[in-house]
């Protein structure tokens, strides 16, 4: 009964292209929506968020996208550089804590 | 300026020892989570603590697992007996308040044989 789904395990995508990484939640309460990153070896870091008011925020090369009647989430990258391969999770905001996606391997390569 | 510090990066034990991961949050920072991530299930939530006391542990998996906060700059997660499903990376994660943007750890990756 996972609340917060990232069906495709992993993604490739060259250089320079747009990357599109999609997450889906089964909950209409949940508050804020966020990807965080994460490298090897490292713990996940933030990346970007949105709250449940919007359906769009950008920040640099990156865009979150919310379609909230699909209760649909997505994180777009554009251009996608070698540097952002790593494992990108969704999550969601609950009571005080995050409830986070499987996670979507990115693969950029030059 | 430190991060979180977790302790050790890497465990290798047998089926049925005792495992104690360690975890020192960032100064000042009155939450701490403790998450367990797999392949299968991604990142859960095992248990938070909001200055010290526990407040949510229903994401741990069965009574094997026990996490304490004994004071703001130290919490362990125990497994006892430990077996070979509970391979996985732990990570502990602290924020100041119910942020966004938690600060994890590095991670302990536990292997049980």
């Known amino acids: 009964d996972q609340q917060v789904k990232q069906n495709s395990p992993s993604l490739s995508v060259q250089e320079g292209r747009i990357s599109i990484l999609n997450c889906d939640y089964t909950?209409?309460?949940?508050?804020?929506f966020l990807w965080y990153k994460k490298y090897p070896a490292e713990g996940p870091t933030f990346l970007i968020s949105?709250?449940?008011?919007?359906d769009k925020n950008e920040d640099g090369r990156f865009t979150v996208f919310l379609n909230k009647s699909a209760k649909h989430l997505s994180l777009h990258i554009v251009p996608s550089q070698p540097g952002d391969s790593a494992v990108y999770f969704c999550?969601?905001?609950?009571?005080?804590?995050?409830?986070f996606g499987t996670g979507t391997r990115l693969l950029v390569s030059p | 300026d430190a991060g979180v510090i977790q302790s050790p990066r890497h465990e290798v034990t047998e089926m049925g020892q005792e495992v104690t991961l360690r975890c020192k949050p960032i100064?000042?920072?009155?939450?701490l989570f403790w998450y367990r991530q797999t392949m299968m299930r991604g990142l859960e939530l095992l248990i938070y603590?909001?200055?010290?006391?526990?407040?949510?542990d229903s994401g741990m998996p069965e009574d094997r697992f026990s996490a304490k906060m004994p004071n703001a700059s130290f919490s362990t997660l125990k497994i006892q007996p430990s077996e070979p499903r509970d391979s996985a990376v732990y990570f502990c994660?602290?924020?100041?308040?119910?942020?966004?943007?938690?600060?994890f750890g590095p991670g302990t990756r536990l292997t049980v044989t």
């Open positions: 994660a602290s924020t100041l308040g119910p942020q966004l943007e938690q600060y």
């Open positions: 909950n209409s309460m949940f508050d804020y």
């Open positions: 949105i709250s449940s008011i919007k």
């Open positions: 999550a969601v905001r609950g009571f005080q804590k995050l409830v």
């Open positions: 100064s000042g920072h009155d939450y």
């Open positions: 603590f909001n200055n010290n006391v526990p407040i949510d």
